[in-house]
C-alpha cells in the first residue's frame, strides 16, 4: 500500500493522492490493544502508513495548512492519556517533584516575555501553575488572559489549586504537568513522546482527512463523541454555578475509541507530543517534499508570531488534541488536525499526555 501511494503522490501531486487515499481507505483498520504478552499492556498497535497530514478545510487554522503527504512507520501508542493513578505510581515510586512543585527558575521565564522584562520579586516566584478559572459572565474572546490565572500551589494533586483534589478522579488524564515531567515519566515507563506526525496519523484513526476523529459531522445523531465545552448549553467561558460551574475532564473510555482503539485522542485534555513547534511548518514541509515526508520529526527551531506579548521564538512543544474548553465560539481544536504552541515549562489545568513505543 505505501510504496503505491508514494507513486500517486510523486505523479499526481496531493489532489491525486487525496483521490486515492479517499478509495484506499475504504476497509476499517484493524484494533490491536496489547494484553502484555502480544504487545505491550494497553497500547494500541499504530500500523503506520501514507496519509495527508494538516488540513486545507475551512475550519484549518494557518498553522494547520497545507496537507501534504507524510509516511510514518508502525508502533504502539497508549489506549489513554496516562491517567492520575498510572503517574501516582511513578511518583510513588521515584519521589519525582513535577515542575509545578519547584520555584519558577527566572531565566526560563524570561524567554516567554518581552525583552527587558524586569525580574520580579522572590515572594512572587512561588510554586503553582496556570489554571482555568472562568467568568462571571459572558466576556469578549480576544483576551484568554480574562479567564486563566497563575495559581500558586496548582500542581497534578491539586489541579486547581490547594483547595482541589483528585480524589475519586484516579481515572482521569493527569494534568499539571510539563513537557519536562511528561519526558521523565516516559522515561520510567520505557516509552517516548510521538511525534507530531505520528500523533496525527493515529488520531485519525484510518478517516483520511475527516474533520474529526470520528468522521465529518460534529455530533452524528445528536451525540457528542468528544468531551468539549457545547455552546448550546453554556456560553464560553461562563463557569457561573447556575450555569453548570468549571468544565474539567472526564474520565478516559468515556467516549468510544476510534478505528485503531485509542480514546480521548481529540478532547478531554491536550496532549504533548516531542517536536518544537513553528507555526509555518506544514507550509515549509510541502515547498520542499518530493513526495511523501519520511517520518518527520519536527523543526530544528520555534516560532510562534500569533501569541501576544510572548516573543516569536520563544521555545515552545506541539500540543495536539484539543481539551474540555475547546468549543464552537473560540477554539474548534477537537480536531485531528489542529495544533498549537505550549511552554514547554508551563502545566496547565487542561493538558495531559499519553506515550508511544517503538515496534
Given at each position: 500500500m505505501a510504496g503505491g501511494a508514494t507513486a500517486v503522490a510523486a505523479a499526481a501531486g496531493v489532489a491525486g493522492w487525496r483521490a486515492w487515499a479517499h478509495r484506499a481507505g475504504a476497509n476499517a483498520p484493524e484494533v490491536r490493544i496489547g494484553d502484555g504478552s502480544t504487545g505491550p499492556k494497553d497500547m494500541a498497535w499504530i500500523p503506520g502508513g501514507v496519509f495527508l497530514m494538516g488540513s486545507d478545510h475551512a475550519l484549518a487554522r494557518f498553522d494547520e495548512r497545507p496537507a501534504h503527504a507524510v509516511r510514518v512507520h508502525g508502533f504502539w501508542m497508549d489506549a489513554t492519556h496516562?491517567?492520575?493513578?498510572?503517574?501516582?505510581?511513578?511518583?510513588?515510586q521515584t519521589g519525582y517533584v513535577t515542575t509545578a512543585e519547584r520555584k519558577p527558575d527566572w531565566d526560563t521565564v524570561r524567554v516567554q516575555l518581552p525583552p527587558g522584562t524586569p525580574r520580579p520579586p522572590d515572594e512572587v516566584l512561588v510554586p503553582g501553575a496556570m489554571v482555568f478559572t472562568g467568568t462571571r459572565a459572558p466576556v469578549r474572546l480576544d483576551d484568554y488572559g480574562q479567564w486563566w490565572r497563575y495559581?500558586?500551589?496548582?500542581?497534578w494533586r491539586h489541579p486547581h489549586g490547594r483547595g482541589s483534589t483528585i480524589a475519586g478522579k484516579e481515572d482521569h488524564p493527569v494534568v499539571q504537568v510539563s513537557h519536562q515531567d511528561a519526558q521523565a515519566y516516559a522515561r520510567w515507563a520505557g516509552k517516548r513522546l510521538a511525534t507530531e506526525a505520528e500523533w496525527e496519523f493515529a488520531a485519525r484513526g484510518g478517516?483520511?482527512?475527516?474533520?474529526y476523529a470520528w468522521g465529518d459531522?460534529?455530533?452524528?445523531?445528536?451525540?457528542?463523541?468528544?468531551?468539549?465545552?457545547?455552546?448550546r448549553e453554556r456560553r464560553f467561558p461562563v463557569v457561573r454555578p447556575e450555569a453548570g460551574g468549571a468544565a474539567g475532564t472526564t474520565p478516559v473510555r468515556s467516549f468510544p475509541a476510534n478505528g485503531y482503539g485509542l480514546h480521548d485522542m481529540t478532547g478531554n485534555a491536550w496532549q504533548w507530543v516531542a517536536d518544537w513547534y513553528r507555526a509555518d511548518y506544514f507550509a515549509q514541509q510541502a515547498r520542499a517534499a518530493r513526495g511523501p515526508i519520511e517520518d518527520p520529526r519536527g523543526p530544528a527551531d520555534c516560532f510562534d508570531p500569533a501569541d501576544p506579548g510572548v516573543p516569536p521564538g520563544a521555545?515552545?512543544?506541539v500540543i495536539r488534541g484539543g481539551s474540555f474548553l475547546c468549543n464552537v465560539d473560540y477554539c474548534l481544536s477537537f480536531r485531528p488536525s489542529a495544533r498549537r504552541g505550549c511552554d514547554p515549562y508551563s502545566p496547565m489545568s487542561h493538558l495531559g499526555f499519553r506515550l508511544v513505543r517503538d515496534a
Amino acid at each position: 500500500m505505501a510504496g503505491g501511494a508514494t507513486a500517486v503522490a510523486a505523479a499526481a501531486g496531493v489532489a491525486g493522492w487525496r483521490a486515492w487515499a479517499h478509495r484506499a481507505g475504504a476497509n476499517a483498520p484493524e484494533v490491536r490493544i496489547g494484553d502484555g504478552s502480544t504487545g505491550p499492556k494497553d497500547m494500541a498497535w499504530i500500523p503506520g502508513g501514507v496519509f495527508l497530514m494538516g488540513s486545507d478545510h475551512a475550519l484549518a487554522r494557518f498553522d494547520e495548512r497545507p496537507a501534504h503527504a507524510v509516511r510514518v512507520h508502525g508502533f504502539w501508542m497508549d489506549a489513554t492519556h496516562v491517567t492520575n493513578a498510572q503517574f501516582a505510581d511513578f511518583v510513588r515510586q521515584t519521589g519525582y517533584v513535577t515542575t509545578a512543585e519547584r520555584k519558577p527558575d527566572w531565566d526560563t521565564v524570561r524567554v516567554q516575555l518581552p525583552p527587558g522584562t524586569p525580574r520580579p520579586p522572590d515572594e512572587v516566584l512561588v510554586p503553582g501553575a496556570m489554571v482555568f478559572t472562568g467568568t462571571r459572565a459572558p466576556v469578549r474572546l480576544d483576551d484568554y488572559g480574562q479567564w486563566w490565572r497563575y495559581v500558586p500551589g496548582a500542581e497534578w494533586r491539586h489541579p486547581h489549586g490547594r483547595g482541589s483534589t483528585i480524589a475519586g478522579k484516579e481515572d482521569h488524564p493527569v494534568v499539571q504537568v510539563s513537557h519536562q515531567d511528561a519526558q521523565a515519566y516516559a522515561r520510567w515507563a520505557g516509552k517516548r513522546l510521538a511525534t507530531e506526525a505520528e500523533w496525527e496519523f493515529a488520531a485519525r484513526g484510518g478517516l483520511e482527512q475527516a474533520t474529526y476523529a470520528w468522521g465529518d459531522d460534529m455530533a452524528p445523531d445528536g451525540e457528542r463523541r468528544a468531551n468539549y465545552w457545547d455552546t448550546r448549553e453554556r456560553r464560553f467561558p461562563v463557569v457561573r454555578p447556575e450555569a453548570g460551574g468549571a468544565a474539567g475532564t472526564t474520565p478516559v473510555r468515556s467516549f468510544p475509541a476510534n478505528g485503531y482503539g485509542l480514546h480521548d485522542m481529540t478532547g478531554n485534555a491536550w496532549q504533548w507530543v516531542a517536536d518544537w513547534y513553528r507555526a509555518d511548518y506544514f507550509a515549509q514541509q510541502a515547498r520542499a517534499a518530493r513526495g511523501p515526508i519520511e517520518d518527520p520529526r519536527g523543526p530544528a527551531d520555534c516560532f510562534d508570531p500569533a501569541d501576544p506579548g510572548v516573543p516569536p521564538g520563544a521555545p515552545k512543544r506541539v500540543i495536539r488534541g484539543g481539551s474540555f474548553l475547546c468549543n464552537v465560539d473560540y477554539c474548534l481544536s477537537f480536531r485531528p488536525s489542529a495544533r498549537r504552541g505550549c511552554d514547554p515549562y508551563s502545566p496547565m489545568s487542561h493538558l495531559g499526555f499519553r506515550l508511544v513505543r517503538d515496534a
